[in-house]
């Protein structure tokens, strides 16, 4: 396709009328902050909320950096940094032309050369959506895991570090060095308390290379803490005829949303940010009862959905958020074992919440696979489901609807769908769920006590805990011996 043909600067006073684009000069706009891990989800929530203030400041541009791989943000660099936002529902689609990532980088490619950007003076944010896996963290205990290969490169090797925490600490001792000032790192990753996470993972990683530099940190950097929500499954070659028949123009790079967009932030900061809040972002002195609300209910419920859908046949989150019984166990999920566990965020209802979820689930416009949600199982259940179990056996409570989700998983980790085809199970443990199916082969209780035996997933309580492991057992057997429809058939009907 010729360039003239292509999404770029030149082509935005050509694009239709109903197609939003910025009100701004895009190549006007400086860099202020620097996105570790810019994936459809970074632009199609914390790019957004740069676009809207972009009129009002321009000095809030992004550095987009790509981690793993320069698929990423070829394309953007061949567009200007521009790409489309097309947004669905039941009604249809709108289209949104974004402009604020002003500049991309490809980490591997020279990671000192990233270490200097987030060194620049002008650079006073780095946000991050890197996922769970990629804090090189134990998620059983949030704590740096010092095993880690890209840790112990990165300690060995500070001037060319490969790991998120690992350029964090590196970009801050050049700030330390040079006197650029303080930074504000805002995690945007689905972790319980991310910003002290975080905070934590960077404080450890400092102490190791030397007390002074840990110490500046403490005192030069803040952590706020965040829940983000916006529902962005993967593009599709699918959508892209889609973008050109809105644009007109060829869009390598649109990302798909659903109208839904939140961002909750911790009011704590060491130097100057946007101003988010004029974008609609909610700044609150205490942001865990929003986030654990989400981790719960929404992402928890979404596990739920893609781990029991997967195997029920279902290949997206909406097609089985339809399935009448797996949607009655999510309701009944959430009402009776996860929302006695949770406290109200302010102005929020939390039944109401809930009921949202449900329809948000169910949007046919967005195809947002089942096995895209089903990834990194053993960096997101800690968080997603653990924490809830946890609580709910302190208390004394039910956890039938939450250990059912845990057998879930465990049925889709040991590799094999309920026709006997292989599961492509993608995580960072994937080797040792295979090494556990293959010990085990269809006992029920060995596979359980395989996974319950990863301490890095369960910690030493659950998998001693009689009351978690049988429930677990019991429905894994049941799930191994009569698949998904006959269980849910047999659990919804006893409760």
């Given at each position: 396709m010729p360039d003239a043909a292509r999404l770029a600067l030149a082509a935005?006073?050509?694009?239709?009328?109903?197609?939003?684009?910025?009100?701004?000069?895009p190549a006007e706009l400086r860099v202020g902050i620097v996105h570790l891990g810019l994936g459809a989800f970074a632009r199609a929530h914390a790019a957004v909320f740069a676009d809207d203030l972009a009129a009002r400041d321009p000095h809030w541009g992004i550095c987009g950096v790509s981690m793993k791989t320069p698929r990423v943000i070829a394309p953007l660099a061949a567009q200007d940094g521009l790409y489309t936002l097309l947004v669905r529902d039941r009604r249809g689609s709108s289209a949104r032309v974004v402009g604020s990532v002003r500049e991309t980088m490809f980490a591997p490619a020279d990671p000192g050369a990233l270490v200097r950007r987030m060194a620049d003076p002008e650079v006073r944010v780095v946000t991050l959506t890197v996922t769970e896996k990629?804090?090189?963290?134990?998620?059983?205990t949030g704590r740096l895991n010092?095993?880690?290969?890209?840790?112990?490169?990165?300690?060995?090797?500070?001037?060319?570090?490969?790991?998120?925490?690992?350029?964090?600490?590196?970009?801050?001792?050049?700030?330390?060095r040079t006197g650029a000032g303080a930074l504000n790192v805002v995690c945007c990753d689905n972790l319980p308390h991310n910003g002290r996470v975080v905070e934590g993972l960077v404080s450890a990683f400092a102490q190791a290379r030397s007390r002074e530099l840990a110490d500046w940190i403490a005192a030069h950097a803040a952590f706020p803490s965040t829940m983000v929500d916006r529902i962005v499954p993967a593009t599709t070659a699918a959508d892209l005829p889609e973008v050109e028949r809105l644009l007109g123009v060829h869009d390598a790079a649109p990302v798909v949303a659903e109208p839904f967009l939140q961002w909750v932030i911790e009011d704590r900061?060491?130097?100057a940010r946007p101003a988010w809040e004029e974008a609609g972002?909610?700044?609150?002195?205490?942001?865990?009862?929003?986030?654990?609300?989400?981790?719960?209910?929404?992402?928890?419920?979404?596990?739920?959905?893609?781990?029991?859908g997967f195997l029920a046949g279902h290949a997206t989150i909406a097609q089985a958020a339809e399935d009448p019984a797996l949607r009655r166990l999510v309701e009944r999920q959430m009402a009776e074992e996860i929302v006695p566990t949770l406290a109200s965020p302010p102005g929020t209802d939390l039944a109401r919440y809930s009921a949202t979820l449900i329809e948000r689930f169910r949007n046919p416009a967005?195809?947002?696979?089942?096995?895209?949600?089903?990834?990194?199982?053993?960096?997101?259940?800690p968080q997603r489901l653990l924490g809830t179990v946890r609580d709910r056996l302190a208390g004394g409570?039910?956890?039938r609807h939450l250990s059912l989700a845990v057998a879930g998983w465990m049925r889709y980790a040991s590799g094999l769908d309920e026709r006997g085809a292989r599961i492509e199970v993608s995580d960072p443990l994937a080797a040792r769920f295979a090494e556990i199916s293959v010990a085990a082969g269809t006992n029920a209780a060995?596979?359980?006590?395989?996974f319950l035996a990863l301490d890095t997933v369960f910690g030493p309580d659950l998998a001693a805990n009689p009351a978690f492991a049988g429930a677990v057992t019991r429905h894994l057997d049941s799930l191994l011996a009569r698949g998904v429809t006959a269980t849910l058939d047999a659990h919804l009907g006893k409760t």
């Open positions: 935005l006073a050509r694009l239709p009328g109903p197609v939003a684009r910025p009100r701004y000069v990629g804090y090189c963290h134990d998620p059983a010092a095993g880690h290969p890209d840790v112990v490169h990165d300690l060995a090797h500070p001037e060319a570090p490969v790991s998120a925490v690992g350029l964090l600490v590196a970009a801050l001792d050049e700030r330390r900061f060491a130097a972002a909610e700044l609150v002195r205490d942001v865990a009862p929003f986030e654990t609300m989400k981790l719960r209910l929404l992402n928890g419920s979404h596990s739920t959905l893609a781990y029991l967005l195809p947002h696979k089942t096995s895209q949600v089903a990834m990194d199982g053993s960096q997101k259940l409570g039910s956890i060995k596979i359980a006590r395989g």
